[in-house]
């Protein structure tokens, strides 16, 4: 962690950053406390993260909150969670409308509960023409089931004729993710020190730069954060191209 606030290039913010918010459990474990008291501290850290975004000009933020792995955890700590998230839709939306941000929710929320989903689309209504920054929320999601949901309607598309299956790109598969329409991340941030991606965003993070903290969420600030927004502009972004290919190729399209 920092002891400053590093110097940021606001010219160079990542348009997206995806964070796989990890630690509450350990965070607890380590002050002799329930597992629910850390995911409730971890909502501190929600709330840190989305305004610095905000008021920084970062376009996209993806958090992912609860995973499809997630519901094999005990029922009380599964409702905790569930009526945390509740809490913090109405807690937030008054922010939410005054900094004009959007929210959009991604996964199977059907498994939600009926008060949930309720919450979850008013909000949803409410904040859609919010034109400042949209947080996308990860929800009862799964990378390896949104490619498996993608793939079926693309499938269901084609045998309709509605697709020709010889024009099918990256691109065109794109489309049919949860995510269609949202850039996918320049940067995913995972805390915790865990070196994985538990099934998070497996198309979208093809390119994205992975910077990993040893930092638990409920400890995650604004000032790690922007520890994290600084490595990542001390990154080549180079996407398979040799540097010297990629600078010709940006003042090509300069001119």
Same mark, same amino acid.
């Given at each position: 962690? @920092? ?53 920084? @000009? ?30 913090? =839709? ?84 794109? @489309? ?74 940006? =003042?090509?399209?300069?001119?």
């Amino acid at each position: 962690m @920092g002891a400053t606030t590093p110097n940021i290039d606001l010219h160079r913010l990542p348009h997206h950053v995806a964070i796989i918010m990890d630690g509450n459990g350990r965070w607890a474990q380590r002050r002799g406390i329930t597992r629910v008291e850390g995911h409730k501290r971890g909502k501190d850290s929600v709330r840190a993260v989305v305004e610095t975004s905000r008021r920084l @000009g970062i376009k996209y933020l993806s958090l992912f909150a609860f995973s499809t792995e997630n519901w094999q955890r005990p029922r009380r700590e599964v409702e905790a969670l569930m009526g945390l998230l509740r809490r913090y =839709l109405r807690t937030e939306l008054r922010k939410m409308m005054k900094n004009e941000i959007r929210l959009l929710a991604i996964g199977d929320l059907t498994r939600l509960p009926p008060a949930l989903q309720a919450d979850l689309q008013s909000t949803i209504d409410a904040t859609k023409n919010n034109p400042g920054m949209t947080v996308v929320l990860a929800v009862s999601y799964g990378g390896r089931e949104d490619m498996v949901q993608a793939a079926r309607k693309l499938a269901c598309d084609a045998r309709s004729g509605r697709i020709d299956p010889e024009k099918i790109d990256a691109r065109v598969l794109d @489309g049919y993710f949860s995510t269609a329409g949202i850039p996918d991340p320049d940067l995913l941030i995972r805390t915790s020190g865990e070196m994985r991606i538990s099934n998070f965003f497996l198309w979208q993070l093809a390119y994205s730069e992975i910077y990993v903290t040893e930092t638990l969420w409920p400890d995650f600030r604004e000032i790690e954060f922007m520890d994290a927004l600084a490595v990542f502009q001390q990154r080549e972004r180079r996407f398979g191209r040799i540097l010297e290919h990629q600078e010709a190729e940006q =003042l090509r399209a300069a001119r």
